[in-house]
Every structure is written in structure tokens, then in C-alpha cells.
């Protein structure tokens, strides 16, 4: 029994939405000595070049020292203060996958059309997801706030839908625990 692990798979795509998640997951990672943690990327795979699987680096999607722009892309805001308490998730955030990194994989997967196309998205990571025997799936998710997305669904929810392994959902964290995030261990 003491060479259980939790395996758990958190999509990364760079937004707001999987930033969210990635700090949920965090605090899953501190609070869960079993949990093994594999950040996957999907890209578009180059059809010129051979396929080739390469490790994938969270700190390319949330990096340590951000710039302006990327915070506007993430944030879809600008004021100092969010700028502020954002830096302090973000440095926080790395901190503990940095520090639990034995436990804590990355992978990018490829995909063979335009990642505009949820389907071929979705098969990837479940595919990848069942191959590897993960026990969770999370990903970030803005809820459908959209007729496209009330029609033809988001990429998290038609993962939710076709997904024989469990799948948490996070959506934008609320204060109370970002600021019971930013005061716990390891503050």
C-alpha cells in the first residue's frame, strides 16, 4: 500500500482558467503525500517534422518572472493590485511544484489537427489520460457563457462528458481561498 500513487493529470493551456486550476491542484499536491502530478500540454503537431514527445515545462506556461503583456493576456486586467496578489499565486504556485518535484511530471501531447478542433483535442488527452492510468483529470473552465458554447460545448466540459476517469472542474478560485492559499504553509 505504500507504493499507491495518486496519479493526476492538470491540462494546461495558459489561461486564467487553468492557472485556477493549477493553484487547486497545488494545494491538492501539499495536502496529498500519494499524488503524483503530470502537467500536459496539447500542441498542434507539425506535419512537416516527425512526431517527437518532449518534456514540457509549466514554468513556459506560468513563468517565475512574467511580463506585462502576459499578465494582460492572462488576466484580462491591469490593475497593480491584481498585478500584486497574482505574482504572489504565481510565485507561490511554482514554489510548490518546484518543491515536490520528484512528484510532479510534465508532457506535452500533440495533436494532428488545429487545436481549434475540441474533438481531436479531447481524444489526445484521453487518450493519454487512460494509457498512463490516471485516477484525475483537472482542468480550468469558464463555465458555457456562450450560444457556441451552450451548442457545441468547451473543451473541459466535452471532456467531463466522454471521460471514463473522473474529471474536477475549476472554475475562477474565490477570495476567500486565494487568501487562505497565499496565508498557509509555505506563505
Known sequence: MTDFKFKVL???DGSHQAF????YTATLLTNMPTMHLTVV???ERNNDEVAMRRKYSWIDTWPVSPTSEWM????DESD???TSEYQKILTKTNGIFLKNGPRVNQQTLYSDTSLT????TVDVILDYATKNSFNLIVMGTRGLSS?????FGSLAHT???RSVIPVLLIKKLPQDFIDSYLSGPNA
Open 147 to 151: 450560444l457556441k458554447g451552450l451548442i
Open 10 to 12: 492538470l491540462y494546461s
Open 159 to 161: 471532456v467531463l462528458n
Open 72 to 75: 494582460k493576456h492572462v488576466l
Open 41 to 43: 500540454q496539447v500542441t
Open 117 to 120: 478542433e475540441i474533438s481531436d
Open 20 to 23: 485556477s486550476a493549477a493553484v
Open 80 to 82: 497593480t493590485e491584481t
